[in-house]
Structure formats: C-alpha cells, structure tokens
C-alpha cells in the first residue's frame, strides 16, 4: 500500500478501584505505591472492550476488517476471545480475529500483525486491544507491582493521528516471568539484579539501536517514549538508560499509578502518549518479554484535532482505594464466596446474540417506539411493523432498587431501569459505583461485565456505569 498508514485511533482502560502499598503493608508489611485493580466483574477481555469502544468512539466499525486480541491472561484458553469482543463492540461477522499471547509484547506483536494486514489491503482498518489481568499469589512481591489494564488502537490508512514509520524485533530464549497451565499464579525469577542486567538491560536497547538504524533517526529525535518496565522504579531507570531527550520521557508513565499491566502497558502507555502528542512528534515505543519490540510513530497534523473518548490521564487520577484488603481476596477469588450457578444455554445465547451482545433492540415503523428486549408487537401501538434498531450505551436513571440477599463481591447488588438516549429502556445491574451515590436522573452507560459462570463458562452481558 502507498501513502501513509499508522494510527487512526486510541483508546486506553484503568480499572476504577486502587490497591495501595500502604493498605498491603498493613497486612505483610513494606511496600509503597499503588495499582489498579479490576472489579470482581471484569477480566482481560471486558477491560479490553472498553478500550476498544473507546478507541471506536463515533466510528463507523464496518470498516473494520481485522481484528486483534492480545493478553497473557485471556479468560478462555480454548476458545476465540477476540470473536467474542468483535461480537460485543458489533463487527461485522465477515471479519478476520486472532488471539495473540504467550509473551508480555504480545500488545506489540498484535499492533504489528495489524499494520501489516492494513499495508497489504487485506483490511481497510484494523482493530488491537492488549489487555492483562495478570494472577498473582497473596503476599507475593509481585501483588504490590502487577497491575490491571488495557489499551487499543484503530489502525487504517484515512485520518490517521500517527503514521508508521518502522519496526523493529529480536527474540531471545530467556526466562524471567513465566507461568504454566497448570499454575494459578505468575512466576518470576527472585533475582531482579540478574533480569536487568542480561534481559532488559542487554534486549531493550538492542531493539531500539536496531529500529534507529532501519529508520534512520537518532535519540535525540524521539519525542515521546512508551516504555515497557517490571515496575515504576526499574522503569524509570530503563528510560533514562536509553538516553532519549530529557522532554521524551512521560511525566508520570501509567504505570506509576496504574502499575505493570502486561501486554496492556504499551497500547495503554501510546493511548496516554497521544493525548499530549503534537504534530510531527516522534514517538518511541518499546516493548518486552523473551526479547523485545520498537515501534517507531510520527504524529501527523490531524492530531492536534484529535480527541480522547476517554482520557487516560482522568481515569488514572479517578481512581478509589479499596476500602479494605479483604475485598480485594474476594475479586480475586482467593477467599471462598457464594457463588450463583446460574442456567445457562449455549443455544439461547446464540440465537439472541444480536440482542444481548451487540445491543440490537426494535424501532416501530409507524409510530416510532423502541423496544428493548426484541418482542413481537410494538409495546405502544401495537404494530407487527418493527426494524431492527441499535440502542444506545448511554441513558439516565428512571428508577432502582437495592438488594442485599442476591450473593454478591461487593454488596449490595444494584438493579437500575434507565431511559437510553435515543429512546428504549434498558434494564441491569450498576457496577463501578457506590451505592449511596445512586440517584434518579443520575447519567450512566453500559459496560460490557461478566455476569455468572453457568454451566462453566463466562457468561457476559451489559451492566450500567457511571457515565
């Protein structure tokens, strides 16, 4: 393909609650910082349809002809997780997905399998989304760094904010994280000392040299770097190790508050980059994990017009301590709760698919109504004339209740009927949100959570958020 081609659009997720060292430490001891902390209705592919409908904010997803899942930590190990979110954020089915995994610079690798699909014609657009919620054991050194997250980015060759302008890769057999099949919780090399000094020290700046080389710039014109690093400390070291401009390196990289969240890092890290990039920024991206990864972005024009959906900058500074360290041994399941088996049917949810994934209600034709779930007669005039009709995410409380028997993470569970913008009303529970805080009128969308695990599988579905 001739032109340019990069970066439509980007799109990055922090979860809403915060894990601090100093609520750790009450418990083992030590330990500073913070790091976010999915809800106990989230996993790698909901955070990761967040970011992606953040990134696909008022666009058009027709167009889009790829799509890219990359996580070390996918809810599914046999089965597609990126048809699932393609199926969510309403891709057309004619549509190319894969899941990419098994390396930290998984997000990078998938951003680069969707550059080339998009270079070679064989996708208009293509859609990445990175996201990691990486398990960690109880009181283990790594449950202070690992931190939960995605980002996404749309990538195309129309409107493009930052165009491609190289890459670079190099794979070495090393190992320094690690987990099994058979293994609840990451695993990691106890030596730091030795990681930095024969893994990122030697393989980062190996990747970088190499892409400078290819591309033919040198450090003193990147603009902005995004960087991949263990922790917020080692990443600040890593970043002035490789002697970019003191004015490249982010003031406060994501993973200062968010911490180290995997795959994610790099897409999260190049959606928070954007949001402050200027035209003709050059910008540095990074990636680790059994070598590592540089990508090369130039910021066109169009960014100075560009926009985030959702700024990564606000949801990193919104975020709330759990109250306790309890809670969060109960999101992450490390503590027995309740648990509801649900029913579940494979063939209810395939014929209702276009309901209660991607969100398809009914329009009347002769009076207008919009009916949410899909019926056979319009519910105000009763015409049998009815076309099918996208709802809308975002909407406003008519009317809730509380209900404190229903076995629940995160007591009370909340029930909300809202009025959705564009008419219909849509009934779920809330999420994201303090109880006390719930009030008619009050603004909020839909979110895309995992609801129960009957018959054991994940079974997902919409749930209300503070908008």
Not at 170 to 176: C, I, K, P
Not at 198 to 220: C, M, Q, S
Not at 307 to 312: E, K, M, T
């Amino acid at each position: 393909m001739a032109g340019t081609f990069g970066l439509v659009s980007v799109g990055g997720y922090v979860p809403r609650y915060r894990l601090s060292g100093k609520l750790l430490s009450q418990v083992w001891g030590g330990g500073g910082g913070e790091r976010a902390v999915a809800n106990y209705d989230e996993d790698a592919l909901t955070m990761g349809c967040a970011a992606a409908l953040a990134a696909l904010s008022g666009r058009d997803g027709a167009r889009v002809g790829a799509c890219f899942f990359a996580s070390t930590s996918a809810p599914y190990l046999e089965k597609s997780n990126a048809t699932l979110l393609a199926t969510a954020v309403d891709f057309p089915v004619e549509i190319l997905t894969a899941d990419v995994g098994g390396s930290l610079r998984a997000g990078t690798t998938a951003l680069r399998l969707a550059l080339d699909a998009v270079r070679a014609g064989t996708a208009a657009q293509a859609l990445v989304v990175a996201s990691d919620m990486r398990p960690v054991a109880p009181g283990s050194e790594l449950e202070a760094l690992l931190g939960d997250g995605a980002g996404a980015a749309l990538v195309g060759s129309e409107d493009v904010i930052a165009s491609f302008e190289g890459a670079f890769a190099v794979s070495h057999e090393f190992t320094d994280v690690w987990r099994r099949e058979a293994d609840r919780y990451v695993r990691s090399l106890p030596d730091m000392t030795f990681v930095k000094a024969y893994g990122l020290d030697k393989h980062i700046p190996e990747a970088v040299d190499g892409l400078l080389r290819k591309t033919g710039r040198k450090k003193e014109d990147i603009s902005k770097l995004v960087l991949y690093g263990p922790d917020a400390r080692m990443h600040a070291a890593l970043a002035r190790q490789l002697r970019v401009p003191e004015a490249a390196l982010p003031k406060e990289p994501p993973i200062a508050r968010a911490g180290n969240t995997g795959a994610a890092s790099c897409l999260l890290g190049l959606a928070a980059a954007l949001e402050e990039a200027r035209p003709h920024d050059q910008i540095l991206v990074v990636s680790y994990g059994n070598g590592a990864e540089a990508l090369l972005f130039a910021a066109t024009e169009a960014v100075a017009r560009y926009r985030s959906a959702r700024p990564v900058a606000a949801q990193l500074a919104a975020g709330v301590p759990l109250a306790h360290y309890g809670k969060f041994l109960q999101f992450r399941r490390h503590v027995e709760t309740e648990v509801i088996r649900a029913f579940s049917s494979v063939p209810t949810m395939v014929r209702e698919e276009r309901q209660n994934f991607r969100l398809y209600g009914q329009k009347c034709r002769d009076c207008g109504a919009v009916s949410y779930p899909r019926r056979h007669l319009c519910w105000q005039c009763s015409s049998s004339e009815l076309a099918d009709y996208k709802i809308s995410r975002r909407g406003r409380v008519f009317t809730f209740t509380k209900d404190h028997l229903v076995p629940n993470p995160d007591p009370p569970t909340v029930m909300v009927s809202a009025d959705l913008e564009g008419g219909g009303r849509f009934f779920a529970q809330l999420t994201d949100c303090d109880p006390a805080a719930v009030g008619f009128e009050m603004p909020v969308e839909l979110c895309f959570r995992r609801i129960h695990e009957g018959e054991d599988y994940v079974n997902y579905f919409w749930k209300f958020r503070p908008a």
